[in-house]
């Protein structure tokens, strides 16, 4: 019991204060391990051990307890003087913030809302504490500029910490100062009045911050400024040129221009500059300078200024370059208006004359001298109502006030003035942009004439179309009937109201259409009327129902209108078909003689051939001998049938060439050969007459492509022709030419002429006139000679002089083959 008493007593004692600071889990291990200790009763020592530890713990905690509000005191004590301090300090602190009027506003960091704190009623009067929130809405106590320039600074401050510093104007009239600050995580606005002292510095500061933003937009203004800007100091050196100014003289920078002293100016220019400074601060003048190479005229403007002296130079060359353009023009508007025929005068704003031409002097018979002391226009219409040259006027005073008023109209005016001499003026009065009056004239005293002669000539025609028995119409440019006669409504059986009504060209085919039904006669006039391009006159000739012919007739007209005419031709259509059907009688009757000259001539050519041959052989000796008289005979025979041959031979080609089957042997044609066969062939008869042929041939005429055999004929026809009408003891000439592309034979006689009534009938079949001359022929010889060239692809023309004689000139192609490639 003893050493359990010792035991509790340790265990109280040296223990206790353990099994205090013991949890409830640890207190039942430690009873566990006691009881397990000691073995004893385990109730007994259970009352036992929780006495020990209430007792125990009871003790502790009064000791614990004291100490605790021991410190609790002091803390308490210490932390009262630490508030009291605090408290000093704030009351210090916003004594000294608040100590004049001011508004703070502060977010907290993570925080939208924010603390207003301050006079409020430094910004808006009316609004009281519990309206602060308000003093957000800037828009309320600021105008609308500063506002948005409020609400741009704070949105800059709470989203990037960005402070600023604003100078404004409240709706009241109050200048406040705005700062807003980000510290210690909170973002802070301080608003207050600035008064006295504080104001004027910010009024100072506004204003050099604004003459600094308006230098340095100034001097950016004068270095892009495309005009030389320069700067000068009181001593004379530059301190200020722009690019424009380094870019006319060749400079490589401002400073370079500035290092070296280069002038824009020479010296004399300089000179005169300086000189204009001192005395009058100012120079303007229009100088030349040289830029780029150039030399180009500037308006030279310079001031004295604070320091020194700027300049500028405008580029004038273009500026100059119009003006004396607009002199040049209205000194050409000047010659112009003299040479006009209409009077021209043009008064200036002030009612003076500043221009006149000589026309409108010759008009008004006025004195030169007084219209050159540019008298005003009162003065003007006064002299020219004394000289009796204006429409006389019950009241003058009121009818100048009337012409008057074009000095104050927007719009041109005209009239016509009657003169007591008998012309009439037309008048135009032309208010000028600058001010003043421009009067126009012109004497249209023949127009008016001229316009009265017009209508009357105009009913005259009218009258004669109404007389006319053609059947006239005229159609406008749109279709419709503008003009008709009664013969135009009686020819088709219209009613001339209808026609009154200007009905357009399909009513009118519509109202025809019983007396002629042909659909596309009428769309061919229908087209001519109504088109636009190619109006090209129509002719057409209508078969009526009726029985009628009629001739029509579209005459496109200047001003786009078309006159329709109908002609009834019924008589003369009918005399025509009996003129063209007795015509093809008299082809027909042609054609049956031809068709008979062609037959008969072969029939004659058989026995034609036997007696010239009975004949040679008669008059060949080895048959036997003939008596003179028979020799003569038989030469008669001989020389009679061979001319008849040859007219039987002639008619033959003619007919084949007019038959188309004749064919040209074609082969080189030796053109001096081809002469000596023509010439043998009328030998005898050139002996006979007594006629000389004189041949012209150039030695190198050398040959050309043809038919010889048909080239001989032609030029033996040429030559018997002219022997034939050539008197004896004359000569007759034949000439062979060669050009380019032709061979040129001509053959001249000195005979009695043709006639210009015959001439176009000399290559007619069986045409044969002697004219005075001893040729007697059958009249196909010229006939050939034209058909035979035209086969060739030449051609013939005769010139002939009546009392002198007839030139035949025939050309034949050199080359046959190019001239019928041409012809095809």
């Not at 003459?211 to 270095?223: I, K, N, P, V, W």
């Not at 100059?320 to 043009?346: C, F, I, K, N, P």
């Not at 005429?701 to 030029?715: H, K, S």
Request: net charge negative; glycine share 6%; hydrophobic share 45%.
């Amino acid at each position: 019991m003893r050493r359990l008493m010792l035991s509790c007593s340790s265990l109280v004692g040296g223990g206790a204060l353990g099994l205090v600071a013991m949890t409830p889990a640890a207190a039942q291990r430690v009873d566990h391990a006691v009881i397990d200790y000691f073995d004893f009763d385990r109730q007994e020592i259970v009352v036992l051990v929780i006495a020990a530890a209430v007792l125990g713990f009871s003790v502790l905690s009064a000791i614990l307890l004291m100490r605790t509000r021991t410190r609790a005191a002091a803390t308490e004590a210490a932390l009262r003087g630490e508030i009291r301090k605090l408290q000093a300090d704030a009351d210090r602190f916003r004594a000294l913030l608040f100590a004049e009027p001011q508004v703070l506003i502060s977010w907290p960091a993570g925080e939208s809302r924010p603390q207003i704190s301050g006079d409020i009623a430094l910004l808006v009067p009316h609004y009281s504490d519990a309206q602060a929130q308000r003093i957000l809405a800037f828009g309320t106590w600021l105008p609308p500029e500063p506002a948005l320039r409020m609400d741009h600074a704070v949105d800059a401050l709470l989203e990037s910490g960005e402070g600023f510093t604003l100078h404004l104007m409240t709706s009241s009239g109050r200048a406040i100062e705005a700062m807003g600050r980000a510290i210690g995580g909170q973002a802070i606005v301080r608003i207050r009045e600035l008064s006295g002292l504080r104001r004027e510095l910010a009024e100072m500061t506004q204003r050099h911050k604004s003459l600094q933003d308006e230098t340095e937009m100034l001097r950016g203004l004068a270095a892009a400024a495309p005009w030389p800007i320069w700067t000068r100091r009181t001593g004379g050196g530059l301190t200020f040129v722009n690019a424009a100014y380094v870019q006319a003289i060749d400079a490589a920078s401002a400073i370079d221009v500035a290092g070296r002293d280069l002038e824009l100016l020479d010296s004399s220019d300089r000179g005169a500059l300086a000189r204009a400074l001192d005395d009058t601060a100012q120079f303007s003048a229009r100088l030349p300078i040289v830029v780029a190479g150039a030399r180009r005229l500037y308006d030279v403007q310079a001031m004295r200024v604070p320091g020194g002296s700027a300049g500028i130079a405008i580029d004038a060359s273009e500026a100059a370059a119009l003006s004396a353009a607009l002199v040049r023009m209205a000194e050409a508007h000047r010659r112009t208006l003299d040479q006009l025929s209409s009077g021209v005068a043009v008064f200036d704003g002030e009612r003076r004359l500043a221009f006149y031409n000589d026309s409108y002097r010759r008009l008004w018979d006025l004195d030169r001298a007084f219209l050159d002391a540019s008298p005003d226009d009162s003065s003007v219409l006064d002299q020219l109502r004394a000289a009796r040259k204006l429409p006389e006027q019950p009241d003058f005073r009121g009818w100048k006030a009337q012409l008057h008023d074009a000095y104050r109209a927007v719009e041109s005016a005209k009239d016509v003035w009657y003169l007591p001499d008998g012309r009439a003026v037309s008048v135009v009065t032309t208010p000028n942009p600058e001010g003043g009056v421009t009067y126009i004239f012109d004497d249209v005293t023949e127009s008016l004439d001229l316009a009265r002669r017009f209508d009357r000539l105009n009913n005259v025609q009218r009258e004669t179309l109404d007389k006319l028995a053609e059947a006239v119409a005229v159609f406008g440019s749109n279709g419709r009937v503008q003009l008709f006669n009664p013969a135009f409504a009686k020819m088709w059986r219209l009613s001339a109201a209808k026609l009154q009504d200007q009905p357009h060209i399909e009513a009118v085919k519509d109202w025809c259409r019983p007396l002629f039904d042909d659909v596309a006669a009428w769309q061919s006039l229908s087209d001519a009327i109504t088109g636009i391009d190619d109006r090209v006159p129509l002719a057409l000739k209508l078969e009526r129902r009726d029985g009628s012919v009629l001739a029509c007739m579209t005459m496109p007209l200047p001003d786009g209108a078309t006159m329709l005419t109908f002609q009834d031709i019924t008589d003369t259509e009918n005399v025509e078909r009996a003129l063209r059907e007795r015509n093809e009688a008299l082809e027909a009757a042609d054609q049956m003689k031809v068709d008979f000259v062609h037959h008969v001539s072969y029939e004659l050519r058989s026995p034609l051939t036997t007696i010239i041959g009975f004949a040679h052989f008669l008059s060949d000796p080895g048959t036997g001998p003939l008596t003179p008289k028979q020799s003569e005979y038989v030469g008669y025979i001989t020389s009679s049938t061979d001319a008849l041959l040859a007219l039987i031979n002639n008619i033959l080609d003619l007919a084949t060439i007019d038959a188309g089957a004749m064919s040209l042997n074609l082969g080189p044609v030796d053109i001096r050969k081809t002469i000596d066969d023509a010439v043998e062939g009328v030998q005898d008869r050139l002996v006979r007459e007594r006629i000389r042929l004189h041949v012209a041939l150039d030695p190198e005429i050398g040959n050309f492509v043809g038919d010889q055999r048909r080239v001989v004929q032609v030029l033996y026809n040429l030559l018997a022709n002219a022997v034939g009408f050539s008197p004896q003891d004359s000569v007759v000439a034949l000439s062979a030419v060669r050009t380019d592309h032709k061979i040129i034979f001509s053959v001249t006689d000195s005979g009695p002429g043709i006639p210009a009534e015959v001439k176009d009938k000399v290559f007619d079949w069986f045409e044969s006139h002697s004219n005075g001359s001893r040729h007697r022929g059958a009249g196909l010889g010229l006939s050939l000679v034209r058909s035979f060239v035209e086969l060739h692809g030449g051609k013939v023309h005769v010139d002939s002089v009546v009392g002198i004689g007839t030139t035949v000139t025939c050309s034949f192609p050199i080359d046959q083959q190019a001239h019928r490639n041409a012809a095809e």
